[in-house]
Each structure stands twice: as C-alpha cells, then as structure tokens.
C-alpha cells in the first residue's frame, strides 16, 4: 500500500538519480575542453622550443590534433608573430602580443602555454613593442612543414565550406605529399560534398604519379567523379604523356567531363529562361488585363514596375533607419532648398525582422502600383477607352512625367535593394546551381498565375471583367457599372506590374528607366500568347524567356539572340496574327 501511495514520488526520484548518472557518465567520459588544450598547448611549446628531428615530430603531432587554437597559433609562426621573452631563469617564454595596443605603441603578452598575460615578479602585466623581443627562428623548410600542418588542421574546421576550400586548394596545388593527408581525412569526414573534393583532390595530385597505371586510374577516377575543375590537369597530362594508354584515358576523361559540362550548362539554361520567364510573365500578365481584356496600350506599364521596385525599396530603409522616413523635394524657393520628413522614433531593424521586409514589401509594392495605376486610369485612360492610339500617346507622357518624378524622388542613379539572407545563396544538384531568389521568383509567378486564374473565372469580378471585355455595351445595360469595372481592372493589372517590380529589384539594381527594359518584350509577350488570353500569356512567357537564355548560351552574344527571337516572333505573327489563342469577340465594333 505504502508504495502504491508513494510511487509518483518514487518514480520522480527514480529519473532524477538516472538523468544524474548519465550525465556524470558523459562528463566522465568526455575529456574537459581545458584539459585538451591544455595538452595542445605543451605540444606547441615543444614544437617551438625544440629543433631538427624532434620538432619535425611535434609538428606531425599537432597536425593530428584538429584543434583551432593549433591552426591559430601555427599560422602566427609561419607571421613571425611567436615571440620570445627571456625569463629571470633563463629559460625562453614563447609569447603573442595583443592586437590593441597603448599609447606608446606597446601591447601585453600572452603566453602560449596558458593564455595568460605575462606578468613581472609583482604581479604587473608586461607590455611591449614589437621591437623588443625576438621573433621564433624559421626556414624555408620550417616554414612548408608548419604550412602542412596548416593545411591538415584547416581539413577539420567544423565549417564544411571551409574544410571543401582547404581540400581545393590541396588539390590545386599539385603536392603529391598532400595525397596522405587527404585520404587520411577521407576515411573521417561525413559530408558528401567535401568527400567529392577529397576524392577529386587525390585523383588530381595522382595525376602526377609516375606510374602510368596510377595516372590511368586516377584519369578514370575524375571521369567518374565528373571533377569540372580537373579540365586543364587533363589536357596537360594528355599533351605530356608518353605512355599512349595514359593520353588515351586523359582523352576519354576529358570527353567525359564535356559531355557533363554540356548537360550543366543546358539545364543551367533551362533554368535561367524559366526565372526569366516568371519575371516576364508577371510583368505581362498585367499588361495582357490591361491591354488584352480592356484595349488600352498602356506605354506607362513600364513605370507601374518602377513603383513596385521603388516601394521595396523604401520598405528597405524605413526597417534600416529605425521606421523613420524623410523626403526632400528639389525645389528652391529664395535660394533655399524645401524638403519635409517625418521622422518616427524607433530602433534600427536587425536580425530576422529586418530579414523579413521583403516579405512586407511585397502586399505594399502591389498596392503602391495599384494605386497609381488607379489615379492614371481616373486622370487619362477613362477618357480614351476604344481609342488606342491616343491612349499610347497619352500613356507615353504619364510614363514620361512618372521618370522624372522618379528622378526627382530618388535621383538619377539606381538605388541599391538589398537581398535577405534567405534569398541569398544556392544549392547544386549534379553541378547544376539553383539560386533561391530565383526559385522564389518563380514559385511565387505560379502562385500569381494561378490568382489571377481563380480571380477572372472563379468570382464574381472575374465575371463582370470577362463580360465587359466581351461586350461592353451589352454588359452596361445589363446593369454592370462599367465604369467602376475598368477602375478595378487596371488597378489589378498595375499592381501585379508592381509585384514584378519588387522580384527585379531581388535580381538588378532600380533606377527611373527600369520599366523600360521590359515593355517592349511585355508587349511581345502578350501578342505571341495572344491578346486577352491568361493560358497563352504564360506558353509566351516562358517560351520566349527560355528561347532568349537558348539562344545566347549557343551564339554567345546577347544581342543576337534577342535580334533572333525577334525576327521568330515576326514570322510567327505573319501566319497566325492572333497569336497562340486567339481570343474570341462578340463586339461587332
């Protein structure tokens, strides 16, 4: 009974005392980090003090070490920053002076035994120049050994860019004695990217083996391994080699590795057109509403995406600037130069809330355009619905008065927005890199596309849209408010040229003639799909985005790759004028 009435209590004690034993297990089992550098640092007084054959050892021995404080303090010798200070016993205390230094240009001394500051017999800190003690005697031959050693450490930083840096630069540098080393580290490492390096490193410095049977298997080797680097090594070993069978698999390794270069930079391509063509289709998905479904050649779409980029970048230094916000106007009135501002208190952005003004940016860069393209089509276009020159024409001015205010604002030269960290960067699948900015941009372009899908065939404004663009007469007389329709309409298209605004400030710098960059090959874009169509909008985007990366990658020259796709889109349209779908009109006029 007692223990049915006590077992909670016994069982709370029952795990205190287990997680208690486990823990003096793990601290018993683990060395204490004080003691292991400890050790390390007696190893590294040997190595200093002692000479010949019996350094050479204690060198090997920190090599092996994989400690930090040994990279550092190695990497200081091979600086002529070991010092040494003469003790009243005699006996030499290898010492490091401190990086800040007192007004006489002197710094304290820390030992390298204990990594305390060196003190006098009363307990004062010392202080010196760098002139009064000297530096640890080296050599050329010194200096290669505690280099390797260098190199070996570097082999095990926990960072494993940094491990795959050392191991390239191992590789590089065509050392046969660094092969040891490497396949040491090969048999403990646990990254695959860096036990590629390791691999593709040996196979290099193999190359430079005497016996042609090891060059063989070494040129197989990078063949398998698909090393891009190991290019130049190969066609030098097959342009040298004596033995035939040895420039016969330098051949065949080198045809390997094309092969491979080939399929990168294709699906490398591939992908470049398709980011491409995301930032095309949203930037013509907006035109294809405005100028497909409402007839209207809006020249100022162009600036439509400036307003997007420009809101970015304002969100940007509004988090940077402690949410505080200042304009100056250029205007002068006497010689004197008017500006207003409001200037909120607050604190400056940092970390993961500064990190996320894009994701702020975004809903504000679609609104700020929508706006705007709201107040254009209120002041200009709703009086030239069915006159598309004139709305050109007139469209070409507000895009005209729009740069200056630009220019005005923000000044002639771009404005810098910067990326978030979780936008910069990559990852490589089989060599091939994929950026996530532009993984971003064209998930987020599917996202839009299927909106702006949802919006025109699933609600009720998708239906009003779709009925005035087929008959407007028809439609106002079936009561739709054809007037607050077009409103409604143009505000959505301006803003979706706003959001592409926002993915090309991620990409390139922003600047008042941003926009017109991009309008031209809008406007290509929404004849090819043909005009009102959402579905042939995308089919042109991406094909023209992808065509356009195609063809640079094979003509190397920009230029005449857009001169190209150009002149395709020309004879496309001269056989079917309405483009890939055609859009089907009840307006008799």
Request: aromatic share 10%; charged share 15%.
């Given at each position: 009974m007692w223990l049915l009435k006590h077992r909670g209590a016994a069982a709370k004690w029952t795990l205190l005392l287990a997680v208690a034993g486990w823990l003096a297990g793990a601290l018993a089992a683990a060395p204490a980090p004080a003691a292991a550098d400890l050790a390390v640092r007696k190893t590294l007084i040997r190595a200093i003090l002692s000479e010949g054959q019996e350094r050479q050892k204690y060198i090997s021995a920190l090599a092996d070490s994989e400690s930090k404080l040994a990279r550092d303090v190695l990497v200081a010798w091979t600086q002529d920053e070991i010092l040494l200070y003469p003790a009243p016993d005699g006996t030499m205390v290898p010492v490091l002076l401190e990086d800040q230094q007192d007004a006489d240009g002197r710094a304290r001394a820390i030992r390298v035994e204990d990594g305390a500051f060196l003190k006098d017999g009363k307990g004062a800190e010392m202080r010196f120049a760098s002139g009064d003690l000297n530096s640890v005697d080296t050599d050329m031959?010194?200096?290669?050994?505690?280099?390797?050693?260098?190199?070996?450490?570097?082999?095990?930083?926990?960072?494993?860019?940094?491990?795959?840096?050392?191991?390239?630069?191992?590789?590089?540098?065509?050392?046969?004695?660094?092969?040891?080393?490497?396949?040491?580290?090969?048999?403990?490492?646990?990254?695959?990217?860096?036990?590629?390096?390791?691999e593709e490193s040996v196979a290099l410095l193999q190359l430079g083996d005497p016996d042609p049977a090891t060059q063989i298997a070494a040129s197989e080797r990078l063949a398998q391994l698909k090393a891009l680097?190991?290019?130049?090594?190969?066609?030098?070993?097959?342009?040298?080699?004596?033995?035939?069978?040895?420039?016969?698999?330098?051949?065949?390794?080198?045809?390997?590795?094309?092969?491979?270069?080939?399929?990168?930079?294709?699906?490398?391509?591939?992908?470049?057109?398709?980011?491409?063509?995301?930032?095309?289709?949203?930037?013509?998905?907006?035109?294809?509403?405005?100028?497909?479904?409402?007839?209207?050649?809006?020249?100022?779409?162009?600036?439509?995406?400036?307003?997007?980029?420009?809101?970015?970048?304002?969100?940007?230094?509004?988090?940077?600037?402690?949410?505080?916000?200042?304009?100056?106007?250029?205007?002068?009135?006497?010689?004197?130069?008017?500006?207003?501002?409001?200037?909120?208190?607050?604190?400056?952005?940092?970390?993961?809330?500064?990190?996320?003004?894009?994701?702020?940016?975004?809903?504000?860069?679609?609104?700020?355009?929508?706006?705007?393209?709201?107040?254009?089509?209120?002041?200009?276009?709703?009086?030239?619905?069915?006159?598309?020159?004139?709305?050109?024409?007139?469209?070409?001015?507000?895009?005209?008065?729009?740069?200056?205010?630009?220019?005005?604002?923000?000044?002639?030269?771009?404005?810098?927005?910067?990326?978030?960290?979780?936008?910069?960067?990559?990852?490589?699948?089989?060599?091939?890199?994929?950026?996530?900015?532009?993984?971003?941009?064209?998930?987020?372009?599917?996202?839009?596309?299927?909106?702006?899908?949802?919006?025109?065939?699933?609600?009720?404004?998708?239906?009003?849209?779709?009925?005035?663009?087929?008959?407007?007469?028809?439609?106002?007389?079936?009561?739709?408010?054809?007037?607050?329709?077009?409103?409604?309409?143009?505000?959505?298209?301006?803003?979706?040229?706003?959001?592409?605004?926002?993915?090309?400030?991620?990409?390139?710098n922003v600047g008042p003639s941003l926009g017109q960059s991009y309008i031209v090959d809008s406007f290509m874009t929404v004849v090819v799909g043909g005009v009102g169509s959402i579905v042939g909008t995308v089919c042109s985007a991406v094909g023209i985005g992808t065509s356009d990366q195609v063809l640079q990658q094979l003509l190397g020259s920009p230029v005449m790759g857009k001169i190209i796709v150009l002149a395709v889109i020309i004879l496309f349209l001269q056989w079917k004028p309405g483009g890939l779908f055609s859009t089907r009109n009840r307006s008799l006029d």
């Open positions: 031959r010194l200096r290669s050994t505690v280099q390797q050693a260098i190199d070996s450490l570097t082999l095990a930083d926990p960072d494993p860019d940094a491990r795959r840096s050392a191991v390239v630069k191992l590789g590089n540098s065509q050392k046969p004695k660094y092969i040891p080393v490497l396949e040491a580290r090969l048999a403990r490492e646990t990254n695959g990217d860096v036990r590629k390096a390791l680097g190991s290019i130049d090594v190969l066609k030098r070993l097959e342009a040298s080699a004596r033995d035939p069978r040895v420039a016969a698999a330098a051949a065949g390794a080198i045809k390997s590795i094309n092969a491979h270069i080939t399929t990168v930079n294709f699906f490398g391509t591939i992908f470049r057109g398709l980011s491409l063509g995301s930032i095309l289709l949203v930037v013509a998905l907006g035109l294809a509403i405005t100028f497909g479904l409402m007839g209207i050649i809006n020249m100022a779409h162009g600036e439509m995406i400036a307003v997007g980029a420009y809101t970015c970048y304002v969100v940007q230094n509004i988090f940077g600037s402690g949410f505080g916000f200042h304009v100056t106007l250029p205007f002068s009135f006497g010689g004197r130069m008017i500006s207003f501002g409001l200037n909120l208190p607050g604190l400056n952005a940092t970390g993961w809330l500064y990190q996320s003004y894009f994701l702020i940016a975004l809903p504000l860069s679609f609104f700020a355009a929508a706006a705007a393209g709201l107040i254009v089509e209120r002041a200009v276009i709703q009086f030239l619905y069915r006159r598309p020159l004139e709305s050109l024409l007139a469209t070409w001015g507000v895009s005209l008065i729009m740069q200056q205010l630009f220019r005005m604002f923000f000044g002639a030269n771009n404005v810098q927005v910067d990326s978030p960290t979780w936008l910069l960067g990559h990852f490589t699948i089989d060599d091939v890199s994929f950026g996530y900015n532009r993984l971003f941009v064209i998930s987020l372009a599917v996202v839009i596309v299927f909106g702006t899908w949802l919006l025109l065939t699933k609600t009720p404004l998708g239906l009003l849209i779709r009925a005035v663009m087929q008959n407007r007469d028809m439609a106002s007389c079936m009561g739709v408010r054809t007037e607050r329709v077009n409103m409604m309409t143009f505000a959505f298209g301006s803003g979706l040229a706003g959001l592409a605004g926002a993915f090309l400030s991620q990409i390139g």
